[in-house]
């Protein structure tokens, strides 16, 4: 099976999200496989790990797309971007 290249045009398209969701389910369940002692504490810290997480593959897919994110915001607008 080939490696994703997780880039716009290819194995991605404008459509699809920047950021994953997450969901009560994704949290609980994280929190129940996880958490030894579950509490306000292990819940809010869990929660922070999962945004983290979901943070730096944001940061990641918006690094390796820039290009092709400046390209397609710019596409339409007839040169004007040029002018700047």
């Not at 999200?17 to 810290?45: G, Q, S, W, Y």
């Not at 690094?63 to 607008?77: F, H, L, P, T, V």
Request: hydrophobic share 40%; with cysteine.
């Amino acid at each position: 099976m080939e490696e994703r290249k997780w880039e716009l045009g290819d194995d991605l398209a404008e459509s699809d999200n920047l950021l994953d969701p997450v969901t009560f389910e994704n949290l609980i369940l994280a929190v129940h496989c996880n958490c030894p002692v579950i509490d306000e504490k292990a819940v809010k810290e869990t929660m922070k790990e999962i945004m983290e997480e979901r943070l730096a593959d944001m940061r990641f897919l918006l690094e390796k797309n820039m290009d092709a994110i400046i390209k397609a915001a710019k596409r339409g607008r007839g040169g004007y971007e040029d002018q700047q």
